[in-house]
């Protein structure tokens, strides 16, 4: 395997549970907005200028918000070195970790319950969702230590991913001793 491998691999989130939950509210908050603004404006007497503010600032609330509930996981391994990325609606990216995979504990999958016992006594401080839905098939998780930017200060952190045979075969090259394979389905 060349050590010098790119790649990167991207999960749209479901649109379940929490996420449902947040797209119902936001649809909600929009068609109550305009409302609101216009029985304050007859109340204070100037509805008139609010008919062509509300469509404007509707506009500009649901550009802003909506990326929030549209969120797709990015996960990328350049030369060894693993980047977890969150994308906000297509538009806007933020970098959560970034780690080397030969640091990393222990990758294995989720399905295994050895391994879901052994993650749960790591007891990890931080976790980290990278899959669609917690019931998606090839789930892996990733225990590593996080190294935080003030001291150098290490916290224990677990990471699940989707993963694909690639993804595996790249983890097994930078991490032999540290990665459980299974067969993946992909």
């Known amino acids: 395997m060349n050590e010098f491998l790119t790649y990167e691999f991207v999960v749209s989130?479901?649109?379940?549970?929490?996420?449902?939950?947040?797209?119902?509210?936001?649809?909600?908050?929009?068609c109550l907005y305009p409302v609101a603004i216009?029985?304050?404006?007859?109340?204070?007497?100037?509805?008139?200028?609010l008919?062509?503010?509300?469509?404007?600032?509707?506009?500009?609330?649901?550009?802003?918000?909506?990326r929030y509930v549209s969120v797709d996981y990015e996960y990328s391994v350049t030369s060894g070195t693993l980047t977890f990325t969150k994308i906000y609606g297509n538009?806007?990216?933020?970098?959560?970790?970034?780690?080397?995979l030969k640091?990393?504990?222990?990758?294995?999958p989720l399905a295994d319950q050895n391994e879901v016992a052994r993650a749960t006594a790591y007891t990890p401080e931080r976790e980290f969702m990278g899959v669609s839905?917690?019931?998606a098939p090839?789930?892996?998780?990733?225990?590593?230590?996080?190294?935080?930017?003030k001291g150098g200060e290490k916290r224990r952190a677990i990471f699940y991913f989707e993963a694909t045979a690639k993804m595996l075969s790249v983890c097994r090259f930078y991490n032999p001793s540290g990665t459980v394979l299974s067969k993946p389905t992909r």
Not at 38 to 49: Q, T, V
Not at 51 to 66: D, E, Q, R, V
Not at 91 to 100: N, P, V
């Open 51 to 66: 008919l062509a503010f509300i469509p404007i600032s509707l506009g500009l609330i649901i550009f802003i918000t909506w």
């Open 38 to 49: 216009l029985l304050l404006g007859m109340k204070y007497s100037f509805a008139a200028p």
């Open 13 to 30: 989130q479901k649109t379940q549970g929490k996420w449902l939950a947040a797209r119902i509210g936001l649809i909600a908050f929009y």
């Open 103 to 108: 640091d990393a504990v222990r990758i294995a």
């Open 91 to 100: 538009r806007s990216r933020r970098k959560i970790f970034e780690m080397k």
């Open 133 to 135: 839905c917690m019931s």
């Open 138 to 149: 090839d789930i892996y998780i990733m225990l590593f230590e996080l190294h935080t930017g």
